[in-house]
């Protein structure tokens, strides 16, 4: 049981490692610290996880959890190192650490889970477009080209490229309604 739980635990530090350096960065930790920081999750997941499967809960999301658990390690870092000192949002000093703490704080789980199932509403309407639709869609919003590339690539003209960007758009209405801006 232990060799399992420890090729659990190894396993998942090298598939998420990379994806939490760059969260942890992004949060404004310093690079000495983010490693720590890291572990710090990774234990606390490995804990949480021992206890839910010990208790018979369902576990949900290993990545979300491990996401949630690293910005509260941030927020915790950052209090840590505050020394509790009174930040002003008018002070010069003060809004690089508010700006900071600003970034770690996530949304909370129904606002996630909210936009997931948005994404896969939009996801499965583009999949059932026209063929020539979703090919511009990909390329102009999904790759960002602009549409004399996205022209390019598809060979047609950018104002063919244009004209089926702008029918997608309208068929994205239609078919989502008003609770999205397209």
């Not at 490693?35 to 996880?49: F, G, K, N, S």
């Not at 290993?62 to 915790?76: F, G, T």
């Not at 002070?91 to 650490?97: L, M, R, S, T, Y």
Request: proline fraction near 2%.
């Amino acid at each position: 049981m232990e060799q399992e739980m420890n090729e659990l635990f190894q396993l998942i530090y090298e598939t998420y490692k990379i994806p939490l350096r760059v969260i942890a960065r992004r949060c404004g930790i310093p690079y000495d610290e983010t490693d720590d920081i890291i572990q710090e999750t990774l234990v606390a997941y490995y804990q949480t996880y021992l206890r839910k499967k010990n208790a018979g809960e369902e576990i949900g999301s290993e990545k979300a959890m491990l996401v949630r658990i690293l910005k509260n390690k941030c927020v915790d870092f950052y209090r840590k190192t505050s020394h509790y000192e009174t930040i002003s949002l008018e002070d010069k000093e003060g809004k690089i650490p508010t700006e900071v703490l600003t970034r770690c704080i996530a949304k909370d789980c129904a606002e996630t889970a909210i936009e997931h199932l948005r994404h896969e509403e939009v996801r499965k309407v583009i999949e059932h477009m026209k063929p020539e639709w979703r090919d511009v869609v990909y390329c102009c919003c999904v790759l960002g080209y602009s549409s004399e590339e996205a022209g390019k690539l598809l060979e047609i003209s950018g104002t063919a490229c244009r004209s089926r960007l702008m029918r997608a758009k309208l068929y994205l209405k239609k078919k989502l309604g008003t609770n999205y801006k397209i």
